[in-house]
């Protein structure tokens, strides 16, 4: 006997690492590594959660019906297209669990959100990763990927950790040229931060398809991180069969009152998006002045490349920000050694951070 054995690819996973959220010998960091709302949580959200608390003791509903109606009336589609989740991390793991079988192949672009390789291959799918161009998803190239074994391509636009986007005419394009057997499945988890005419989260092209899942999330925007609660739009027949794998009860009530709260407070979204709209362009400009290379970013964070000399490197500014109690992300494992990641903050925190980056540079 040799005792249990796991299916084979599940030791080839990689596991998750979210940003860190303590430094050692700092009493009190600043975090501004995972992408978090600058501005907490939408007050009407955290209102209604704390209404809901009085009734743990009862299950949520099962479907849940009034943030499905919300959402539909927000963006104005179909309840009954609407699947929700724990993050929208739960809804790229059903479109796998649905779609994939060991040995069929999804494609990703290279530099974009690690959870897309650890989903494809906890399900036994082939993770193909494909070059971008300047840090942007390269259409061509992953129409070039692929091959009869595509069954999933996964695009986050606006990307993470880079913070670029192509336009809807690119994403439609691609659309347009794969097989209808292969699941275009779209990342929005920071469309609500862009403003660029030219964009589009999904919505528009989810409407007129059969094989496009559009994914969003209420972590970023409305600050609902702790909550653990994304949704995705999809036509009829991908909904369906989406809704009927998920877990019963997988959103909780706190979270789904919370989530209805959010959508209908439109004050709050105007604000935090105002918010980072102003200390994005304050950021880049800054990091500019001083001789970094920001790489332009419509998200809530932006990536900084760092110089290759000796002691300007990334991995020594996030060991000097680290021992002043600021944490950004340095991710080396995606290619990114040479790169920062740096979530927008309070305008107290970004004046700090871009004062502690210059003292590093020698400014």
């Given at each position: ?57 009862r299950y949520p509903d ?104 192509i336009s809807a005419a ?194």
């Open positions: 006997m040799s005792g249990l054995k796991p299916r084979p690819w599940i030791n080839e996973l990689d596991v998750y690492v979210g940003g860190k959220s303590h430094t050692i010998g700092v009493e009190k960091s600043v975090k501004l590594s995972s992408n978090e709302s600058a501005l907490g949580s939408s007050p009407k959200a955290v209102e209604a959660y704390h209404a809901e608390a009085t009734s743990l003791h099962a479907s849940y019906h009034d943030l499905r109606e919300a959402l539909a009336e927000k963006y104005d589609i179909e309840a009954s297209q609407i699947v929700c989740g724990v993050g929208s991390d739960e809804i790229l793991k059903l479109a796998c669990r649905a779609y994939l079988a060991p040995g069929d192949e999804v494609i990703f672009p290279k530099h974009s959100f690690m959870m897309y390789p650890i989903a494809a291959t906890s399900f036994g799918g082939i993770a193909v990763e494909v070059d971008d161009t300047d840090y942007t998803a390269n259409v061509d190239n992953i129409l070039a990927a692929l091959t009869d074994r595509t069954r999933i391509i996964f695009l986050a636009n606006p990307n993470n950790p880079t913070g670029t986007y690119e994403v439609e394009r691609l659309w347009q040229n794969i097989p209808d057997n292969v699941l275009l499945v779209l990342d929005g988890a920071y469309a609500d931060f862009v403003v660029a005419e030219d964009y589009q989260a999904g919505i528009e092209l989810v409407k007129k398809s059969s094989n496009v899942l559009m994914a969003r999330t209420f972590s970023k925007l409305y600050g609902l991180a702790a909550l653990r609660l994304g949704w995705g739009y999809a036509c009829p027949e991908v909904a369906r069969i989406l809704d009927s794998i998920r877990d019963p009860f997988n959103v909780p009530s706190v979270t789904q009152v919370a989530g209805v709260a959010a959508v209908k407070d439109v004050d709050f979204e105007k604000k935090a998006r105002a918010h980072n709209i102003q200390w994005l362009n304050y950021l880049r400009t800054e990091l500019i002045s001083m001789g970094l290379d920001p790489i332009p970013s419509v998200a809530n964070f932006i990536l900084i490349r760092f110089p290759s000399a000796q002691g300007a490197t990334a991995e020594a500014a996030n060991d000097f920000l680290l021992k002043r109690g600021y944490i950004l992300r340095w991710l080396p494992g995606q290619g990114l050694g040479d790169c920062l990641r740096l979530t927008v903050g309070t305008e107290e925190q970004n004046r700090a951070v871009i004062q502690l980056l210059k003292e590093f540079m020698g400014q």
